[in-house]
């Protein structure tokens, strides 16, 4: 099972921002979109959940994926979780299983949802509003809610970007379980270089909405990719793993 994303494009009105995007996510791995500010990331990921208008197929181990799949089969994070909302943490994350929830809660469901509170250190915050919780701990309700929905592809959209260094450690290693465990496909828009290199098993460069580079770290994360895609000039060494590492060192023209 994979998900295969063919010829997709997206225009906002008369604007191409993603233009003939092919690529295939292989089962139970981790495909990082990096890029720069403008190049499409967040397009990319909303179009492949169903938020955007597109043209293209987008496919599960071959069958198309249907307006009604999508919703059912894809979970979504967006980059933005800042929500003026009298839900409490714990309701935020029920409604991750909205699908299969009737007029009662389901015997045992609001106990897996405090487990799943739990693995982020969020169980005490249970009876809290959204609005009454920091930026960072709203992030990680909205992905311990996305995680919550067990689906087949799970999409997030800088799911660090709020976090502290630890928090963003812990978060990289559950997706890497949940993927390995479960067999979850999953994308992730990051601007951290270095995470992604030590935590995507592929990584896809996009540059004016095309894709301009896809592969394993190493062989994206290369002086001239990043001073085609960023316009920076950048230091790369090799870890004990043999991980890439980027230094930047200046912008350049
Ligand atoms: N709703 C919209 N209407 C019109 N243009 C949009 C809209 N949303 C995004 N764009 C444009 O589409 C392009 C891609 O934006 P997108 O948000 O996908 O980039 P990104 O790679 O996620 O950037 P960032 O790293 O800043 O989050 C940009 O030029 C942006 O200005």
Redesign the pocket.
């Known amino acids: 099972m994979s998900f295969h994303i063919k010829n997709l494009n997206v225009a ?2 008369s ?1 191409q ?1 993603i233009s003939g995007f092919d690529d295939i996510w292989p089962k139970g791995q981790i495909t990082a979109l990096i ?10 990921l909303r179009a492949l959940a169903g938020l955007s208008p597109m043209q293209g197929v987008i496919s599960v181990s071959g069958g198309a994926l249907s307006p009604e799949d999508q919703r059912r089969q894809i979970a979504y994070m967006p ?1 933005d979780t800042s929500a003026q909302s009298s839900l409490t943490v714990l309701e935020v994350v029920l409604l991750g299983r909205l699908g299969s929830l009737g007029l009662r809660l389901p015997a045992g469901i609001a106990e897996q949802a405090m487990a799943a509170l739990d693995t982020f250190g969020l169980a005490s915050l249970q009876s809290r509003q959204l609005d009454e919780i920091s930026g960072g701990q709203r992030q990680l309700v909205f992905l311990t809610q996305a995680l919550f929905r067990q689906p087949r592809v799970l999409l997030l959209d ?1 799911p660090t970007a709020a976090l502290d260094l630890r928090h963003q450690l812990l978060v990289l290693d559950r997706l890497q379980k949940v993927a390995r465990q479960n067999g979850t496909i999953i994308g992730l ?1 990051m ?1 951290d270089l270095n995470l992604a290199a030590q935590y995507a098993d592929r990584i896809v460069g ?1 540059n004016g ?1 095309v894709k301009a580079a896809a592969g394993p770290a190493v062989e994206v994360l290369t002086a001239n990719n990043l001073r085609a895609m960023y316009g920076i000039e950048a230091r790369i060494t090799l870890d004990a793993h043999n991980q890439p590492q980027v230094l930047p060192i200046r912008a350049v023209e």
């Open positions: 906002y009105g604007t921002v890029g720069c500010n403008g190049a499409g990331k967040s397009t990319l980059q800088e828009a601007h996009l909405g």
